[in-house]
Structure formats: C-alpha cells, structure tokens
C-alpha cells in the first residue's frame, strides 16, 4: 500500500514525498478506518481526502463552509485531470443541474458541499442513492460546543454521514485544543490512535506585538508598510466600515489596497481575489471573511489591525503567512479599546431570558409533529437566526425534540420549454402523472407555482415523486426551478415537566456561552502581556510543548509591554442621554423593557425586534458603541432596581 501511496502521490499531484502526518492519515483511511487530521494552515490537508478518492470507488465527499476553497480545489484538481464539481449558493441553475447530473451518473471522484446543503431535500435523496467511500468534514473544530466558531449544522453531519452510508469518516481542521479534538473524536468515532496532530510552529514566521492608541493605530500600519520590503499582505481588521476606511488611507499614502468584506457583491470579492492572487506587492485590508481556503503561498505579511476573537483565529490568520517556508512577518497592533468592538459580537448573539421563554414556548407548546421557519422563529423571539438553530439543537441533543428532513415550503419555475416538448419525452403512467403536475401550477406574470400540499393530495402521490419530478426537469433544461421559504420538521420526543425551567437552563447555557467567548478575548490580551516566548505560549494553548523559547517573536527579540499600553479607557456613561434614552424605552415597552435589548440598542448592535419597531434607525441607536456592552448593561439594571 505504501508504494502504491508514493505512485499516487507523484502521478496525480506531482509530489515526491508526503508532508508530515499524511501518509499516516491516508493509510488509516485505505484500511477502512475513520481519521482526523489537525494541520496548520498550509499543513496539506486537502491531499488527506484528495489521494484518497482517487483510489476508493464512489464518490468522496468533502463538506466545507469556505466557498473560496472549493473553487480553488476545484480548478486545481481539473487541471490534473480529476472530476470533481461543488454545490454552493453562487451557482446557476444550469450549474447546479450539471452538477447533479453528474452526481447521478457516478462520473465525480470529489463533490464539495456547504454544510447547509444537507437541509435540501433534493440533495438529500440524491446522496441516498450513490456510494459514498469518503466523507471529508473540514473546518471540524466548528463541530464541538467548546471551540472557537461552534456551528450547530455540524452537529448533525455524523447523522446526514450514516443517512448516505458513508463507508468511512475524515475530520480536518487547523486549529483545535485537546478538549476539542476529543470533542471531534467522539462526535464522529474516530480512535485516539487514527487521530493526527502536528505542531502548528512554524520557525520562519516572526511574531510581533505592538500596542498602539487608537490616534497613532493608522500612522503605525503605514509607517511599517513603508518601512519593510514589498510583499503580498493582508491586513485584517474587525468591521466592514473599517475595512473600506484604511484602504482608502493605505492606497492615498501609495499603496496598491483594497477592501473585502462579506458585504461587498460577489463579484467586487472575486475581482478583489484574483487581484491579490496574481500579485507580489499588493495589500488587502479584510474581515476575516478572506483567505480562508485561498492557496497563496508567498504571502509575507499578515497583520492585525484589530485584535483576532480568540487565539484559535489568531493562529488560522498568521498561518496564512509564508507558506512557501520563506520568511514572513505577523504583527498584532493591539489598541486595547479595540476589544469593546469583539466583545458586543458577543453580547450581541446571547438572547435576552424572555426571549429564550417565547421559543421554547413556541417549539413545546405545540402538537406532537410541526414544521417552523427559523427565520419566522427569529422574528418573534428576537434572537439571530444562528441563535435560533443553536437553541433548537440543544433541545435536540437533551432529547425534548427529535429533527426531520427540512422541506421547501414554495416551489415555482420558469419554463425554458413547452409542455408539449416535455410530455413528448414521456410515455404511459409517467406522461400522465406529469401532465397533471404541470396542469396544477398556476401562472403569476412569469413564474408557476405549486402548491405541494395540495398538489399531493390531489394527485394521490408523495412530495418525494413530486420534488423529484421537478428536480429532473430542472436538470434537463425544461423547467427553471426556484425553491424557497425553509422549513425544519420536528417531533416532540418528550415534554419537559416545567417549561419556564427549561427556559431557565438554556439561557444560563447562553450565558455560560457569552463567558467562554468573553474569555477567548482575554486570552489575547495576556498573549500581548506574555512576559515569555510568545510562540511557547501559544503551542501551549494547543496542547503542544515547545523545548525552547524560538528566537524571533517579540518578547524573544527583546522588546516588552507596558502595562498601561494594554490598558483600556475607564467608561463613562453620559446620563443626559440616558434619560433621553429611557423616556424612548417608555414609548417602545415592548422592545425595549429588557436591559439586554436596551443595552445591544445603545451600543448600536442589531435584533430583529429593533429593526421591526425601526428602533435601528432612531438617533440614539449605537450612542453608547464606544463603551462596553457589559458596563452599560449594568447601568441599565440599576435603573430597573
């Protein structure tokens, strides 16, 4: 097998030799077994599930949330000849047809999906219907409850794995801390001994710390800039404001920048891309929504602008420097006042207790079987939809609810061809069934849409043969087919005896939850403050021991921190504008009755509830942003005493 390994590896990818720990991955998964690989970024992750699907039948199938990485896997893995497609949200219809066409046929060697994709049941009954020998999780730190970027879609993925009798499991991630790789071991049962760790030090990358205040935070960025050789660099910073802000200020002192963010159209993003890809001097200033999955190995480098949300994203973004060993530089501009902008993310996302009590109400208080809309859910409870699905999981996780396969409550098309055209294909039972199929879709002014409730029981036939009837026109070219308006089945398995208890229990869970974050944060902070090696420090966080201090992060170079340099501005609250601000919270009682909802509008962080009432358009929305959430909160409560 070794040799044959080798062969693959050269053949198909060009390489000579595997890098650390994948051969070891890869044997595991040959014989059959499940396997979970932590490599730093640029560690060859993507080769762990790669190799593997060109020498096992069926299909391997990778699921990532990075969007960038599929497309660049993809284009890399055609130009060596290897089948391999993506579903993701920025492909046509006629894309997505030929995909699954595909799909269908068993021609595909990788098919790359969001995790979101499972909750189409289209997909769904495809997957039910191949062979799949691999199925490739990465990002699967997001799969623990006590990682860095917590997702409860991946909860469910070991579920959607066996649904599609998935012969074998591989989980990847770069960043993960014992308890979390545990997490991720035992969520897809992985043995300890098929579970891969390598050191995520990398000897050619400096690390530096520079505090700064926020009026000299610009002027030091542009002085390095100036002051270091040219390289491809990325600047990260918290908020899309910012992002358009200092790249406007980059590029006016004569640098070639640009901005990305999520909020940008897609096609500005994927200009902003290749831009910075094909270059040797050119600098992105970005959110974190960019570089995940970008393959650019001579990136040189990397700077925090604003502070990461936890060590974990902070070791994800400088991996990204210098992957093509060279040197490379990664300096954190910590402004501490920086943290205030983190730290309401974080508030932002707990709900208030009431609104915890109003969905558990609204998902135990009905009948034995129900479907809900999130984001329906999200509205009435004012609570962000990821919210929303974490609770919800919760509730399936303890046993009270018991998930079914999500539907589309509308379906609609277009036709690209008559119906004449389409039944001449048909003959017998099929022509017939499909000839009253399109005679129940009523005509809007260009769309059709079914009713699928109706149309089964008019029909006498399932929503399966349904879905599946208009999923292969669709795929034909005959029909444009536009499905909308999510909806997630449940089961109540179990009634608890006290509904205001279970309430209680989840937003305690919450807030347990907003700590943890809370204290992501703070580790950063004593990463600035770290009287040792700042990079022995850091392997420390991941369960690594590093025999000596490495020579060239900040502390190890000689410099230090003071510690009034870390320190924050003592808040202020303006009490004029506070009793303003509570005359407003008697005119709106039901938004703003409790401190929690009051507080996020004060400090400019959104809720469903606040841009319903158009409370996020009011003067006073985000008066209070540049103080911290948790201090204005307690001011709040005092007046409720």
């Given at each position: ?5 080798h062969h693959a590896?050269r053949?198909?990818f ?7 720990g994948q051969e070891?991955v890869?044997?595991h ?5 499940s ?11 993507s080769?762990?599930?790669?190799l593997?699907?060109?020498?096992l039948?069926?299909v391997?199938l ?13 284009d890399?893995?055609s130009r ?7 579903l993701?949200s920025t492909?046509?219809?006629e894309?997505?047809g ?8 068993g021609?595909?060697?990788l098919?790359y999906?969001?995790p979101e994709r499972?909750?189409?049941e289209?997909f769904?009954q495809?997957l039910?219907?191949i062979?799949?020998?691999l199925?490739?999780v990465d990002?699967?730190h ?6 860095h970027?917590?997702?409860?879609d ?5 579920e ?20 979390v ?7 897809f049962?992985?043995?300890a ?10 000897p050619?990358?400096?690390l530096l710390?520079?505090?700064?205040t926020?009026?000299e935070?610009?002027a030091?960025l542009?002085e390095?800039?100036r002051?270091?050789?040219?390289g491809?660099?990325?600047?990260y910073?918290?908020?899309q ?16 920048a640009?901005?990305y963010h999520?909020?940008l159209?897609?096609?500005v ?6 831009w910075?890809?094909?270059s040797?001097d050119?600098?992105v200033?970005?959110?974190?929504a ?11 480098y990397v700077?925090h602008f604003n ?7 902070y070791?994800?973004?400088i991996?990204r ?8 530089v990664?300096e954190l501009l910590f402004c501490?006042?920086d943290l205030?902008q983190?730290e309401n993310?974080v508030?932002?996302?707990?709900p208030s207790r009431?609104?915890?009590?109003v969905?558990?109400?609204s998902l135990?208080g009905?009948?034995?079987e ?5 984001y ?5 409870c004012?609570?962000r939809?990821l ?7 919760y509730l399936?996780?303890?046993?009270f ?9 509308t379906y609609r ?8 055209g389409?039944?001449?294909e048909?003959e017998?039972e099929r022509?017939q069934f ?8 009523k ?6 849409n ?9 029909l ?5 043969r349904?879905?599946?009837?208009l999923d292969y026109?669709?795929e ?8 909308s308006?999510m909806?997630h089945?449940y089961?109540?398995v ?7 208890a279970l ?9 347990d939850r907003e700590?943890?974050e ?6 950063i902070?004593?990463l600035t403050?770290q009287?040792?090696?700042q990079v022995v ?7 690594e021991?590093?025999?000596r201090?490495?020579?060239?992060c ?5 410099q230090?921190?003071s510690?009034?340099s870390?320190?924050?501005i003592?808040?202020a609250i303006?009490?004029?504008i506070?009793?303003t ?6 005119e709106?009682?039901q938004v703003l ?8 509008w004060?400090c400019?962080?959104?809720?469903p509830?606040?841009?319903k009432?158009k409370?996020?358009?009011h ?8 103080q911290?959430?948790?201090f204005?909160?307690?001011r ?6």
């Open positions: 097998m070794t040799n044959e390994l590896l053949t198909h060009g390489y000579g030799q595997f890098l650390p070891q890869i044997t998964l040959m014989a059959g077994k396997a979970a690989a932590v490599f730093p970024t640029g560690g060859g992750k080769i762990c599930y790669q593997p699907a060109l020498l039948p069926g391997t990778v699921v990532s949330p990075l969007i960038a990485l599929m497309k660049d896997q993809i890399a893995l060596r000849g290897v089948s391999a497609a993506r993701d492909l046509t219809a894309e997505y030929a995909a699954m066409q595909q799909v269908r046929a021609s595909l060697r098919l999906v969001a499972f909750q189409n289209r769904r495809t039910e219907q062979r799949v020998s199925f490739a990002e699967a997001c799969i623990s409850e006590w990682g970027n917590f997702r409860p991946y909860l469910k993925l070991v959607f794995a066996r649904q599609s009798r998935a012969e074998r499991m591989l989980a990847l991630t770069a960043t993960a801390t014992p308890p790789l545990d997490d991720i071991c035992r969520a049962n992985i043995d001994q098929c579970a891969i760790r390598n050191s995520s030090y990398r050619n990358l400096t710390t520079s505090p700064v926020a009026h935070h610009e030091t542009i390095r800039l002051k270091r050789p040219i491809p660099t990325i600047v910073v918290t908020l404001k910012t992002a358009e802000e200092l790249a406007a200020a980059v590029s006016a002192a004569g640098f070639p640009r901005a999520a909020g159209p897609d096609e993003r994927a200009g902003t891309q290749d910075f890809m094909q040797k050119r600098i200033v970005a959110t974190i960019f570089g995940m999955g970008i393959d650019k190995a001579d990136i040189r700077y502070p990461p949300k936890s060590l974990e994203n070791s994800q973004e991996g420097a210098g992957r093509d060993g060279l040197p490379a990664c501490a006042d205030g983190l993310f508030y932002g996302d707990t009431q609104a915890v009590q969905l558990i109400k135990l009905q009948g034995s129900f479907d809900v809309s999130f329906e859910l999200s509205g009435s004012d609570m939809p919210v929303v699905r974490t609770l919800v999981t399936e996780l303890e046993g609810l018991a998930g079914g396969t999500p539907f589309y409550s098309f277009q036709p690209l061809r008559s119906s004449k389409i039944l001449a048909f017998g022509r499909l000839e009253q199929l399109l005679k129940r879709a005509k809007a002014k260009i769309w059709f079914i009713d699928l409730n109706e149309t089964v029981e008019a006498g036939t399932t929503r399966e349904i879905v599946r009837a026109l669709g034909k070219g005959w029909l444009k087919v536009e499905v308006g909806r089945r089961q109540v179990r009634r608890p005896p006290d509904l205001a309430a209680d229990t989840l937003y305690n869970r919450c807030l700590r943890q809370i204290a992501r944060l703070q580790q902070v004593e403050q009287p040792g090696c420090a850091l392997a420390r966080h991941f369960g021991t590093l025999s201090p490495c020579g060239h900040t502390r190890c170079l000689g230090s921190t510690a009034a870390t320190e924050r003592q808040p303006d009490e004029s506070l009793a601000a509570l005359m407003v919270r008697r709106h009682p009755a409790d401190s929690q909802v009051m507080a996020r004060l400019g962080i959104t809720s509830a606040l841009t009432s409370l996020s358009s003067d006073l929305f985000g008066v209070f942003s540049d911290p959430f948790s204005v909160r307690e709040l409560e005092k007046e409720e005493r």
